[in-house]
């Protein structure tokens, strides 16, 4: 099983809708995971942390459940400026290296 | 915006040429790292620094070296290029304080190498 797996997508949501992505992970010693955003053929930025159940910023909640080993991230009332490729991210043990998703791809249509 | 450049932004370059790319950051912050990004694999560690001299090898660090000799800079080294490593490199940086957690990397705008 690989440490992080994501759905690649496309997800192809209209302008408004709710859409959810899951990350799965391996590590069950994992205290902390991030998401990411990677616009097409930009660098990565933070976009959330999570360290405890979940977190919540404006339109973006992460969420994160121990036992079934996956974090969610939730985008509510989807923007045209939201449509770029999710990174899931999580720190494997070692605080100095992260292991990346390979990233779910989101496109919000007008 | 986290005072890091890359230099050069793109390369073509011949296969078996020795290539260095640069990360230069603004801000003194301690840890630093290198990482390529392929279709199909994302973004994988090639080598990182934890302070000035001090290194570790990443997941792909076979074909690169890395050096260190001021906090400000990072250099990755191609001895002899390959057509494999053609791929998009990212510097990030992260502060080893307490501000940041060891996920809360900043990416520099990366360099687009093509070893043809």
């Known amino acids: 099983r690989k440490e992080v797996e994501q759905d690649p997508g496309p997800f192809n949501v209209p302008e408004g809708a709710t859409v959810a992505f899951n990350c799965t992970y391996s590590n069950s010693a994992s205290q902390s995971f991030f998401w990411y955003r990677q616009d097409c053929r930009k660098e990565p930025k933070l976009l959330m942390s999570v360290y405890s159940s979940g977190n919540e910023d404006g339109r973006f909640t992460a969420q994160l459940n121990r036992a079934s080993q996956y974090i969610s991230l939730l985008i509510r009332d989807s923007k045209l400026s939201d449509s770029a490729t999710y990174l899931c991210?999580?720190?494997?043990?070692?605080?100095?290296?992260?292991?990346f998703g390979s990233g779910t791809q989101l496109t919000v249509l007008p | 915006d986290a005072g890091i450049t890359q230099s050069p932004r793109h390369k073509v370059t011949e296969t078996g040429t020795p290539v260095t790319l640069r990360c230069h950051q603004t801000e003194n912050h301690r840890y630093m790292y290198w990482y390529r990004q392929d279709p199909g694999h994302g973004l994988r560690l090639i080598h990182y620094?934890?302070?000035?001299?001090?290194?570790d090898k990443g997941e792909v660090s076979d074909g690169y070296s890395v050096s260190r000799s001021k906090t400000e800079d990072f250099l990755l080294t191609l001895e002899s290029a390959t057509s494999s490593q053609t791929s998009v490199y990212f510097c990030?940086?992260?502060?080893?304080?307490?501000?940041?957690?060891?996920?809360?990397?900043?990416f520099g705008p990366g360099t687009r190498l093509t070893v043809t």
């Open positions: 990030a940086i992260r502060d080893g304080g307490t501000s940041g957690g060891p996920g809360e990397q900043y």
């Open positions: 991210v999580v720190p494997p043990g070692s605080a100095r290296q992260l292991t």
């Open positions: 620094s934890y302070g000035v001299k001090d290194t």
